[in-house]
């Protein structure tokens, strides 16, 4: 999260905040995905997802450890202030428009079948450290929503 | 906006514990998705396994294939992608920006020493 006053939404603000959780990795490998970790990824109970696939919906409700980087170069490099604890309330729905595609990616090594979405998200961060938080509010922006089935690596061959 | 009729239990994922203590076994961690975004590269000079919405979404992509939307390889399932963003008032009564792309995976997937699982993965 980033001061508004600096203008509409660019990568390149100030970042204050960044919630994630780490880079997936076997131990004792670090969380960090320049140790063959998986980028910002995290296991979730499978009841914490549900899909409709067909009509588009879908949903992703779960409650979330996670650690505060500050901004995504931290996150990244690991060169910055030590990581704090924090978590997230996460309620993201998905509503199909009728739009489908599908798609084959040899070179990409993917075949994927896509629903495109609407979306309604609540994500709720919060710094446990400092007992900073932040909401998602209803007025916001959707830049990208779809669902997809998707078959790759050896599944995909 | 819609809100969807499809619904899910909130449940909490702890994420500090020692990683043999919650379960995380290194036999079901699953291998990185192959490749890296170009964008990310040309933006924070690392290669990064992972593709932006704008390089992974159909719908919207001003390039000519699509990107993997995923961020774990070898998989077959379903994977949710939304990205969004706006403005909101945080616990120090100050308006700040917010943005987000939070993504589901939930299928199958074949784990570092190739042997087939089924679990859930979400990226924040």
Same mark, same amino acid.
């Given at each position: 999260m980033v001061d508004p006053g600096l203008g509409p939404f660019?990568?390149? +603000?100030v970042q204050i905040h960044d919630f994630n959780p780490g880079d997936l990795n076997d131990p004792p490998e670090d969380d960090w995905f320049q140790q063959g970790g998986l980028f910002w990824t995290a296991n979730v109970p499978r009841r914490s997802v549900s899909v409709r696939s067909g009509r588009g919906d879908a949903s992703f409700h779960v409650q979330q450890d996670l650690f505060d980087f500050f901004d995504v170069p931290n996150s990244v490099f690991r060169n910055g202030p030590p990581r704090h604890h924090a978590r997230a309330e996460v309620r993201i729905d998905w509503h199909g428009t009728g739009d489908r595609l599908r798609i084959r990616n040899r070179d990409a090594g993917f075949f994927a079948r896509y629903e495109r979405t609407? @979306? %309604?998200?609540?994500?709720?961060?919060? %710094?446990?450290?400092?007992?900073?938080?932040? @909401?998602?509010?209803?007025? +916001?922006?959707?830049?990208?929503?779809?669902?997809?089935?998707?078959r790759s690596g050896s599944f995909f061959r | 906006?819609?809100?969807?009729? #499809? #619904?899910?239990?909130?449940?909490?994922?702890? =994420?500090?514990?020692?990683? #043999?203590?919650?379960?995380?076994?290194?036999?079901?961690?699953? !291998?990185?998705v192959e490749g890296f975004s170009p964008l990310l590269l040309d933006?924070?000079?690392?290669?990064?396994?992972?593709? =932006?919405?704008?390089?992974?979404?159909?719908? $919207? &992509?001003?390039?000519?294939?699509? #990107?993997?939307?995923? &961020?774990i390889g070898d998989f077959n399932g379903d994977v949710g992608v939304v990205e969004a963003d706006g403005v909101?008032?945080?616990?120090?009564? $100050?308006?700040?920006?917010?943005?987000?792309?939070?993504?589901?995976?939930?299928?199958?997937? /074949?784990?570092?020493?190739? !042997? =087939? !699982? /089924?679990?859930?993965?979400?990226?924040?």
């Open positions: 660019d990568p390149g +603000q609407e @979306a %309604n998200v609540f994500w709720r961060g919060e %710094n446990l450290d400092t007992g900073y938080s932040l @909401a998602t509010a209803d007025d +916001q922006v959707i830049t990208s929503a779809f669902i997809a089935r998707v | 906006m819609v809100t969807g009729a #499809a #619904a899910g239990a909130a449940v909490t994922v702890p =994420l500090w514990a020692d990683a #043999a203590e919650a379960g995380i076994r290194p036999s079901r961690v699953p !291998k990185q933006g924070l000079g690392v290669e990064v396994p992972f593709f =932006l919405p704008i390089e992974v979404d159909p719908f $919207v &992509t001003p390039f000519d294939q699509p #990107a993997n939307p995923l &961020t909101s008032t945080d616990s120090d009564g $100050v308006e700040r920006r917010w943005a987000c792309d939070v993504r589901f995976m939930d299928g199958v997937y /074949r784990d570092r020493n190739d !042997k =087939l !699982k /089924r679990a859930a993965f979400a990226f924040y």
